[in-house]
Nanobody, 124 residues
Framework: QVQLVESGGGLVQAGGSLRLSCAASGRTARTYAMGWFRQAPGKEREFVAAISTSGSSTYYADSVKGRFTISRDGAKNTVYLQMNSLKPEDTAVYYC?????????????????WGQGTQVIVSS
């Protein structure tokens, strides 16, 4: 099992930036792929970005490509989501996820390890 704690959410104006952090702990945390998902009110949880264990492979939803960047610091066991050029439609609760499977990390399945979420609100 991997425990995940997100931070960095908040209120920002459209066009602004935020950086989310997710600290992972647990015996196998370093061997897990990591990802970010988001869930807006009344909508299903959706994939945002994922990164492989080594950090050499990254994946993005089309809606965030070119604006968001996922990265990880192996020494700190932390994954980041840098969000630039934010839009009101990016407003959601953002969840960090971890999985030993690079396919499953891109799917909002209960079998992933999940953090508690952090709220991001983008005002117009």
């Amino acid at each position: 099992q991997v425990q995940l704690v997100e931070s960095g959410g908040g209120l920002v104006q459209a066009g602004g930036s935020l950086r989310l952090s997710c600290a992972a702990s647990g015996r196998t945390a370093r061997t897990y792929a990591m990802g970010w998902f988001r869930q807006a009110p009344g909508k299903e949880r959706e994939f945002v970005a994922a990164i492989s264990t080594s950090g050499s492979s990254t994946y993005y939803a089309d809606s965030v490509k070119g604006r968001f960047t996922i990265s990880r610091d192996g020494a700190k066991n932390t994954v980041y989501l840098q969000m630039n050029s934010l839009k009101p439609e990016d407003t959601a609760v953002y969840y960090c996820a971890a999985s030993p499977d690079l396919i499953r990390i891109r799917i909002p399945t209960p079998s992933n390890n999940w953090g508690q979420g952090t709220q991001v609100i983008v005002s117009s």
